[in-house]
């Protein structure tokens, strides 16, 4: 072995030392590297031993020297392309293609310098190559997706990607395969086929997340509203983005609270736990400085479970549950429970029909009621199914329009009636009833229309808005009362 060797590999040696702390994501082609230079030193020594026992080391001389052309072709691409190229930025297969490049003109040197003509060798292995091609087609597809991908730049390490089951960090982009970090600290290879053939998500930097909470009608809604975003904006959140700035909406209305969510801006794509947590807390304390207890949500929940069944309450407790009689004082609700009448319905038996003229609304005591709509070329379609607690009916009551969808008795039902004639006293002893009505009313039938139109949300918030102002005239003026409420 010519001693010149020996000092290139010890330049080789110290060149994959700094190699590896410098560039720790190449960590693989530095190992690769030294296990060259390893093999080198194991052929090496067998070449020696050879020499001073007189026997033949041609073979171990040249197969020496291609390790060595080997290592250095590896550490030398290293420097070229993450150093000397790294403005340049080209595609990450260009260095991996040079490699194999080198990698096969060391072996045909290393086959002429033994005097086997490669060129004859390789011509009569053309059948067993293209047998090999066959048998190795996925990993063929892989590698050509690995090129597209570094040809259009379209996944970048650090990146934040959810591919089917998997969401992670993009650790590194290879040939064949694509390495994402998980948010539990476990490694997912991807085959880059796979990148390739499918749909796959890059998580924008600042990811809008919706954080939900509920909170009772005795609260102002403006006021939740206006405590919650001056909260979520007056002072940084970690991992929350100060731009697009936090809001709060009101997402639905139900019959037992108001369901509002926060809108807000992730600046760490996976790491949701801890701003999640932060836009909780800080929402909670917001809640409390502004006199809002949170506590009274769960209270309004435990007295419901423990409420008696709807089938034993009285008139005025069925009136109480109602939100659109919510503002009601004690007198009222029973000056108006005495005009409910209850009914009996046995299952299948039509409750309303579609088109029909009525003036009266329904609460459900007990039972299941089936809402169906009928749309003018005659097709049915099933809209909701109603039971203990809900309601149906008050446009008619409210407004005097026709009955526009058809009510059903699923089961046998038990509900309670009331008309306009009982419903008129109250309305114009409080005109600021109609108002409150208009809203829920809106709300509800904008949710009828999405189900039977199937609307989106967008669409049928701003149909809600529409359809409040005009609900507000039409049950003034169904019931007499002046246009200026006197809460104006």
């Known amino acids: 072995m010519p001693a010149y060797s020996i000092w290139i590999a010890a330049g080789l040696f110290v060149a994959a030392a700094v190699l590896w702390k410098l560039l720790e994501r190449e960590r693989a082609r ?275 479970a423990a409420a008696p069944p709807l089938e034993e309450a009285t008139p005025e407790d069925i009136l109480r549950r109602i939100p659109i009689f919510r503002l009601l004082e004690e007198a009222d609700l029973t000056m108006l429970s005495s005009s409910l009448r209850r009914h009996t319905f046995a299952p299948g038996e039509l409750i309303l029909r579609q088109g029909d003229p009525g003036d009266s609304m329904y609460f459900v005591l007990a039972g299941r009621v089936g809402i169906m709509y009928r749309s003018p070329d005659g097709a049915e379609k099933d809209l909701a199914t109603f039971g203990s607690g809900d309601f149906f009916g008050e446009a008619s009551l409210l407004t005097g329009e026709a009955r526009g969808a058809t009510a059903t008795a699923l089961s046998r039902v038990i509900c309670y009636c009331l008309d306009k004639a009982g419903l008129q006293k109250t309305m114009e002893s409080h005109p600021d009833l109609a108002e409150d009505m208009s809203v829920i009313m809106a709300h509800r039938q904008v949710e009828l229309s999405a189900a039977r139109d199937t609307l989106d949300r967008e669409t049928a918030l701003r149909r809600q808005a529409e359809s409040q102002t005009q609900m507000l005239a039409r049950i003034r003026r169904f019931f007499g009362i002046a246009g200026t409420s006197a809460r104006a």
């Not at 060259?36 to 041609?58: M, N, S």
Request: with cysteine; net charge neutral.
């Open 30 to 304: 530095v190992r690769t590297a030294l296990g060259f230079l390893i093999l080198w030193g194991a052929v090496g020594v067998y070449a020696t031993a050879g020499a001073h026992w007189k026997l033949p080391t041609l073979i171990a001389d040249e197969v020496a020297r291609t390790l060595l052309i080997l290592a250095a072709a590896q550490l030398g691409f290293l420097i070229v392309f993450d150093f000397a190229l790294a403005k340049v930025r080209l595609p990450k297969f260009a260095s991996e293609i040079a490699i194999v490049a080198a990698y096969a003109a060391a072996v045909i040197e290393l086959l002429t310098r033994l005097g086997i003509n490669a060129t004859s060798l390789f011509a009569t292995s053309a059948v067993a190559t293209a047998v090999v091609g066959l048998a190795l087609q996925d990993m063929l597809s892989n590698l050509a997706g690995g090129m597209t991908l570094q040809l259009e730049d379209s996944v970048n390490v650090g990146d934040y990607i959810r591919c089917g089951e998997y969401a992670g960090w993009v650790q590194h982009v290879r040939l064949r395969h694509t390495s994402i970090k998980t948010s539990d600290g476990d490694s997912v290879v991807i085959p880059n086929s796979f990148l390739t053939k499918s749909a796959f998500l890059i998580v924008s930097p600042a990811h809008r997340h919706f954080i939900p909470f509920a909170m009772p009608y005795c609260y102002d809604p403006h006021e939740v509203i206006m405590a919650v975003e001056l909260a979520l904006r007056s002072s940084p959140i970690d991992g929350v983005a100060t731009e697009p700035q936090p809001r709060c909406l009101i997402q639905e209305m139900t019959p037992g609270h108001i369901m509002y969510r926060a809108v807000v801006w992730f600046s760490k794509p996976g790491h949701d736990t801890v701003p999640l947590s932060g836009v909780l807390h800080r929402i909670y304390y917001a809640l409390d400085r502004a006199g809002i207890k949170a506590s009274e949500i769960s209270l309004l929940i435990e007295q419901k």
